[in-house]
């Protein structure tokens, strides 16, 4: 039977996303000094970061926060809006993303990306990834209308690529959102280690997405696939 798919998370997994977001809250305050110059840049970063909570806060939230906090003399909704626009602009992949496509392709596998988040602004994120030529499935939670760790939106890509979950691995960051939740649908669960999680339960774990083909071809030479 053998692995035919490697479906990803986007966030920190194929997207460096705590650099990608230093970047853009650098830049945007540089961008819009007229009305951040009152606060230091660093105060206005470190609590970015903080409210933002990873991702797990939408930028709605954050903005309205830091307004009030810092007495930002500019619409929250402005804010957000440069958020949008601009964010696409600052997307640092994780390192060996585009050769670990190239090696997964030329295996003859298919790709896809299972994502929570807003549809436009991660398919915006993808493409400046350079990344979406590469994929065969993208689905995104707000246009999916489920999020993981819902198991339904795993089924649904299985489903669409008309594959079992015993012929699919699932790569990603969290352990619950990601690793279990594809364990749970019968997917083989690989971690791409972060620092904030510890002791981690999953078939695999790798530092770098260049360990992913290493492994898939390790799956395919294992008793149960031959």
């Known amino acids: 039977m053998g692995i035919k798919a490697a479906l990803f998370d986007l ?5 460096n996303r705590d650099a990608s977001v230093k970047m853009f809250i650098d830049r945007q ?5 007229e009305w951040m110059g009152h606060i230091s840049k660093e105060n206005f970063m470190d609590r970015f970061i903080e409210l933002d909570s990873r991702g797990y806060v939408w930028k709605d939230k954050v903005y309205q926060q830091l307004v009030k ?10 804010l957000l809006e440069d958020y949008i626009k601009e964010f696409r602009n600052h997307c640092v992949p994780c390192p060996h993303l585009i050769s670990m496509l190239e090696e997964l392709k030329s295996k003859k596998l298919l790709i896809g990306i ?13 493409k400046a990834l350079g990344i979406e030529t590469y994929m065969d499935l993208f689905l995104v ?11 339904q939106i795993f089924q649904k890509a299985l489903m669409k690529l ?10 990603g960051d969290h352990p619950a959102n ?16 972060d620092d904030h999680w510890n002791d981690v339960e999953a078939d695999y774990i790798v530092d770098d997405l260049a360990e992913v083909p ?6 395919n030479y294992t008793k149960n696939y031959i």
């Open 11 to 15: 966030d920190g997994t194929l997207l």
């Open 29 to 33: 305050y540089d961008r819009l000094f």
């Open 69 to 78: 906090e810092f007495n930002i003399k500019m619409a929250w909704e402005d």
């Open 114 to 126: 299972i994502t929570n988040g807003y549809g436009q602004f991660q398919m915006d994120n993808v």
């Open 141 to 151: 939670s707000e246009w999916e209308g489920m999020k993981k760790p819902d198991p």
């Open 162 to 171: 008309q594959l079992s979950p015993e012929e699919s691995v699932f790569i």
């Open 178 to 193: 990601d690793v279990k939740a594809a364990q749970q649908v019968g997917m083989k669960g690989i971690w791409k280690r």
């Open 214 to 219: 290493f492994i898939i071809k390790e799956l």
